[in-house]
């Protein structure tokens, strides 16, 4: 069994060096846990390392690949930031939550990532085996914090971010909730007016001698002609879906998706402006805890999972790195906001860029909280006017047949 040399203090505050046999460094830890000791320094001898190498698979791992719920994801970032403010280094936030946090999942994946720092693994690094639910933004985001020394402050940014997402997809569905239960009586009331009312409204008709008004008679053609050949129908949308899965899995098609995507009406501004108050926030938090700005924007570049924006920064990168200004690179790819461009260039001059950003992203900040309440106001509105246009034609159909039912009734 491999061996661990350690550094450790005892219950009474003093320093003790020794070695115990353990079969991982994980191990090790949880031995000198168990004898009162706090690690500070544990290191494989070179039998121990040797052991090591050759013993193929790491027992004692917690359960990787586990998947975050949301909410779960939001609480498990939130309360390492909260530890991590209060003074404490990250394995031992992160021993707080596998021993005591009451969710089993954020547990296991707090072991996890436990157990992956103690050997060795940045954090960063650690969150990709530790559970799919850390994207490659959440990864970025924190490696920067690592690099800037600002982890805390970045989890709390991401904290607001993932808040932000919960809330617009909860007040989405809160709003779309009523204008999809009366879309869906709809459907009811178009399926009993074609197969029970117009059937009967028809022979009516056909028994006065009158024949079926035109908006009528082309809604029964209409009706008649889905449930003809509503399997072609079906099989249509399901291959354009597949197709357009596939189309947008290539790097072209990727790209112009996530382009066009930010063009789309309503949800386009949404988009764009998290990103612009995710990159702002971002580069704030990085250039005003000392990392370069070059740096700075590969890091963004890498964590930014929009392609069409991720080329954009490419460029920006390559002509910062050449020397130009940020500003200036920025303008060159005509993606960036004027006003945003006009702050960046201010700031490089003062030499206060830190502080520009941090303008800038208190300003989309504010931006996106009124597009977010105008998306979920006037998403709803429309499909109620189309709802509501839909039952007008239908009450139109039958109020026109059955008056002129008793027109023909009248004329005999």
């Known amino acids: 069994m491999p061996s661990f040399s350690y550094t450790a203090i005892d219950r ?3 320093k003790v060096s020794g070695s115990v046999s353990v079969r991982n460094k994980a191990d090790a830890y949880r031995e000198l846990e168990s004898r009162a000791l706090t690690p500070v320094l544990v290191n494989p001898t070179p039998e121990g390392e040797t052991g090591a190498k050759s013993g193929g698979a790491k027992p004692g791992k917690s359960s990787r690949n586990t998947r975050l719920k949301r909410q779960e994801l939001v609480l498990f970032t939130e309360e390492l930031a909260d530890l991590l403010d209060a003074g404490m280094n990250l394995e031992r936030a992160l021993k707080i939550l596998q021993e005591r946090q009451a969710n089993q999942s954020i547990r296991s994946v707090s072991g996890c990532l436990r157990d992956e720092i103690r050997e060795g693994s940045r954090f960063s690094k650690a969150l990709a085996i530790a559970s799919p639910s850390f994207d490659e933004l959440y990864s970025s985001l924190v490696a920067a914090g690592e690099a800037s020394g600002s982890l805390p402050e970045i989890l709390r940014r991401l904290v ?5 997402l919960f809330d617009l997809q909860r007040r989405t569905v809160g709003a779309m909730i009523y204008p999809i ?26 028994k006065t001698g009158q024949e079926l008004p035109m908006i009528t008679d ?29 189309a947008i899995a290539t790097p072209a098609g990727r790209e ?22 995710q990159f702002c926030h971002t580069m704030s938090n990085l250039i005003n805890n000392g990392v370069p700005l070059h740096s700075s924007l590969k890091l963004v570049t890498r964590g930014t999972p929009n392609r069409y924006i991720r080329n954009r920064l490419e460029k920006v990168v390559l002509d910062v790195g ?24 201010i700031g490089e001059q003062t030499g206060e860029l830190g502080k520009a950003f941090s303008k800038a992203a208190a300003k989309y900040d504010e931006d996106l909280d009124v597009r977010i309440a105008r998306l979920t106001t006037v998403v709803p509105t429309v499909m109620l006017v189309f709802v509501a246009a839909i039952v007008g034609v239908v009450a139109y159909c039958m109020i026109t047949t059955i008056f002129g039912s008793m027109s023909g009734i009248r004329g005999r």
């Open 12 to 14: 009474t505050g003093n």
């Open 160 to 164: 607001v971010n993932l808040k932000q």
């Open 181 to 206: 239960t009366v879309m869906l009586a709809c459907v009811v009331l178009l399926f009993v007016f074609s197969t029970v009312l117009m059937p009967s409204l028809s022979e009516m008709m056909q």
């Open 218 to 246: 082309l809604l029964i053609r209409f009706t008649n002609f889905m449930s003809a050949w509503w399997w072609l129908i079906l099989g249509v949308m399901v291959g354009s879906a597949v197709g357009f899965r596939i």
């Open 256 to 277: 112009w998706w996530d382009r066009y995507k930010m063009q789309l009406p309503a949800f386009g501004p949404v988009i764009m402006g998290r990103f612009y108050a």
């Open 322 to 345: 050449e020397g130009t200004s940020l500003a200036r690179s920025m303008e060159k790819t005509k993606s960036f906001p004027e006003q945003l461009v006009d702050r960046i260039a």
